[in-house]
């Protein structure tokens, strides 16, 4: 368990000497002294006032998993790096790798830096795009109920003197009027999307994120454990010109094997290839002496072994310049040179162009040594050296990274990395992944940037550097600012702002814990393959909710012109408002399956959003194609069999009611797709099947027992032929405008 105790310096009264308390971490104030050593985890934000050999782990914060060396300053200079840089400074959530200190506490609980990010995460999330688009949607739909309702209500009113009667029948166009499938479609089609994601081991929390997944045009993701395995491997050993050297690594082998202190994430690196141990015979061909354990001062350990039973050989390896320093000779290609101030010059350069390469780098140094009656070596021993060379060290990219960034650039979403990592690193990284980088941004030039700056910057940004976890955040609202809408992904402490602030926020199952609560979708596998399947179900699940939502509103829209002219040129209700409610019903039904529909390709290959302009514009040019057949329809009825009396109403009614159920059903098979139905893309088989057997509920509804009970009654032979001609010119005419809609707006869904 966590400590929730910590050591402090207080006096039992004014005249005493301060003693070490133990103590709640609850009841430290500002201005306590504490103690810190090795394994504690620090409990507020510090100010060093003594420190020896401290190294803290900041991973909660940068997400990086080396620890970083502090110190106590007397006198700090205005420093140029992130707060949580500062060498002087700790904070809560971190805790100390190795060292002791003494420590001055600044701030606790809510104030604390660690504080603040819970905070961010406490509050209501923002809205995402999703909720935007569905709350726009909606007040259209109000706004059009608000006018239709009211109108058609007085004119029935006024023209048939029966108010009961008007108002019922408004009260059944406002129902008509709304999509009441819409919860159901845009639920069913998420929990499809969900259940096809679980497929590729992925959990879905929160539903809408699956329609923001698809939506999504910009993906934001952390570097380490994300991107890369977040595991240190042993990438290259070179000698001093640059070139791979087995004896570089079988030095550096024997050093770690033989060492007896803690390994770190380096050693383990190098024991990874134990093939060496095998190669080297170490049972038989070496015996080890003794040992010079490491320290943060010296930053090198040796183990001086015994080779073939006589020859004492001292191995040191440590921080390169450290090393360096000790070394007064160099081998190069088996010879041993004195290390001349040129050679010295050579190797910094070869050691800066690695580091700018993003490695991380130990130099490997020997010395024969003369062996001693105790069998002791010291410190003092490390001198005189030959440097054999150098190891290199990367946290490698996840073997799937660069596919899966390759891929989301084929559906046209842009990839960001933003990292609490250096520049050299991350660009090194990116390198490995084929992503490029178009420009890079510091946290510490970040923070320099009002709101309007960084947006200015920020769609032109590939690369986010040395960001503490609000400021990764940040980025990501002034991107949700610039009309992007934006995904995340991360597993860390220091994600669980930015994963709370995107619209869809990603993490993994090894992540921690605040994570996983912050994010909407969790992948169980450390596969990033799913991030494309993810995009693409998004899409599909946004493309059948889309198809929906056009055309019901669009047949809707029509049908407010239908009414308010039946209303006015009629002396009898051109519908019921059983017969509305019933055809409405049967309408939805028939719409239930469309979450099973295909999507075509083409719009599959790029981020689908709500646009409420759009969708008005749709609604606007082919909703009054249906009303130009409802009045087709009427003139049938009117003239050729003469229902323009009250008492043929019911003739009127139901003829109506089959030609208003055919179309709205069939045309789902038009709007669905911007090609040619049946021909360029067909529907899939459940919606073909609902589609059908609505049209023959429909066509046998009045000669049936409960028709009659609804007030519709048998329709003569001869109205089919005209209802096929109805719906045939409905069909070509909405395909031609659908074309000329196309060319002149460049999309149709």
């Given amino acids: 368990m966590v400590s929730t105790q910590a050591t402090v310096l207080r006096r039992e009264d004014s005249n005493s000497e301060p003693q070490k308390q133990e103590i709640d971490i609850k009841l ?62 700790c904070f809560m959530g971190t805790h100390v790798f190795n060292g002791t200190a003494l420590a001055v506490v600044l701030t606790t609980g809510e104030h604390t830096y660690l504080g603040g990010m819970a905070k961010s995460i406490t509050h209501p999330r923002p809205l995402t795009a999703f909720d935007i688009g569905i709350s726009k949607v909606s007040w259209l739909l109000i706004r059009l109920m608000c006018i239709t309702v009211p109108i058609v209500f007085l004119l029935n009113g006024f023209i048939k003197g029966d108010w009961l009667e008007s108002l019922l029948f408004a009260l059944s166009v406002a129902v008509g009027l709304t999509p009441e499938m819409l919860p159901m479609i845009i639920t069913v089609n998420l929990a499809k999307g969900a259940v096809s994601m679980s497929h590729h081991r992925v959990i879905v929390k929160h539903l809408n994120a699956i329609q923001n997944f698809g939506a999504m045009n910009i993906l934001c993701t952390d570097k380490t454990g994300t991107l890369t395995q977040d595991k240190v491997i042993l990438e290259r050993h070179l000698d001093i010109e640059g070139n791979d050297n087995q004896e570089v690594l079988l030095f550096g082998y024997l050093n770690s094997f033989y060492q007896t202190g803690l390994k770190n994430l380096l050693d383990k690196a190098i024991l990874e290839h134990s093939e060496i141990e095998k190669t080297l015979d170490l049972r038989t061909n070496y015996k080890k002496i003794d040992e010079i354990p490491f320290d943060f001062v010296r930053k090198r350990m ?339 069999f003469a229902a323009n009396t009250p008492e043929k109403q019911s003739i009127f009614q139901t003829g109506w009611f089959i030609e208003g159920l055919l179309s709205q059903t069939l045309i789902v098979h038009m709007i669905r797709t911007p090609k040619i139905p049946f021909i360029q893309s067909m529907t899939a088989w459940p919606l073909t099947l609902t589609t059908w057997v609505i049209i023959a509920i429909g066509i046998y509804l009045p000669y049936a027992c409960i028709g009659a009970s609804i007030g519709l009654v048998p329709l003569p032979w001869s109205y089919f032929p005209w209802l096929l001609i109805i719906l045939l010119g409905y069909c070509l005419l909405t395909q031609l405008v659908k074309m000329w809609f196309i060319k002149k707006f460049g999309r149709w869904l």
Avoid at 60 to 75: F, Q, R
Avoid at 375 to 380: A, I, L, Q
Wanted: aromatic share 8%; net charge negative; charged share 20%.
């Fill in 28 to 89: 430290l104030v500002p201005g306590d002294i504490i103690h810190l050593s090795a394994g504690d985890m620090v409990p507020a934000d510090v100010r060093l006032l003594s420190a020896k050999e401290l190294y803290v782990s900041q991973s909660s914060l940068s997400g990086e998993s080396l620890p970083v060396e502090k110190e106590a300053i007397s006198h700090p200079a205005r420093s140029t790096e992130n707060l949580w840089e500062m060498p002087h400074l």
């Fill in 302 to 640: 040796s183990v001086i072994v015994e080779k073939n039973a006589h020859e004492h050989l001292l191995i040191c390896k440590g921080a390169f310049e450290e090393v360096l320093s000790l070394c007064s000779g160099v081998k190069i290609k088996g010879s041993t040179l004195s290390l001349s101030l040129s050679l010295k010059d050579k190797i910094n350069n070869l050691a800066k162009e690695l580091y700018q390469e993003g490695m991380r780098i130990l130099a490997v140094a020997y010395k024969c040594v003369e062996p001693t009656e105790s069998k002791e070596y010291t410190e003092k021993d490390e001198k005189e050296m030959v440097l054999l060379g150098l190891l290199t060290f990367l946290d490698p990219p996840k073997s799937t990274a660069a596919e899966a960034i390759a891929q989301l650039r084929c559906q046209n979403v842009q990839v960001k990395i933003l990292t609490g990592d250096n520049e050299w690193v991350t660009h090194r990284i990116c390198q490995w992944v084929n992503l490029k980088v178009e420009n890079s941004l510091t946290g510490h030039e970040l923070e320099k940037m009002n709101d309007k700056e960084l947006s200015n910057v920020v769609d032109h940004t590939t690369l986010f550097t040395k960001l503490t976890p609000l400021q990764k955040s940040r980025v990501i609202a002034s991107l949700k600012s610039n009309g992007h809408i934006v995904g995340y992904l991360g597993d860390g402490i220091n994600d669980a702002p930015a994963l709370c602030e995107a619209d869809v926020g990603i993490s993994v199952d090894t992540a921690v814990d605040i994570a996983k609560e912050s994010a909407d979708i969790i992948m169980l596998e450390k596969s990033l393959l799913f991030l494309n399947a993810g995009v693409v179900e998004g899409r599909k699940t946004f493309g059948n909710i889309l198809k929906y939502l056009k055309m019901a509103l669009s047949a809707n829209f029509g049908n407010v012109f239908s009414i308010l002219g039946a209303s006015a040129l009629f002396p009898f209700l051109p519908m019921l408002p059983i017969q509305l409610l019933i055809q409405n019903l049967l309408y939805e039904i028939s719409q239930a399956t469309i979450p099973w529909d295909h999507v075509d390709p083409e719009f599959l290959a790029y981020p689908q959003r709500w646009e409420r302009g759009d969708i008005a514009k749709f609604m606007l040019v082919v909703g009054p194609i249906s009303s130009i057949f409802d009045y087709i329809t009427f003139a049938v009825m009117w003239f050729i």
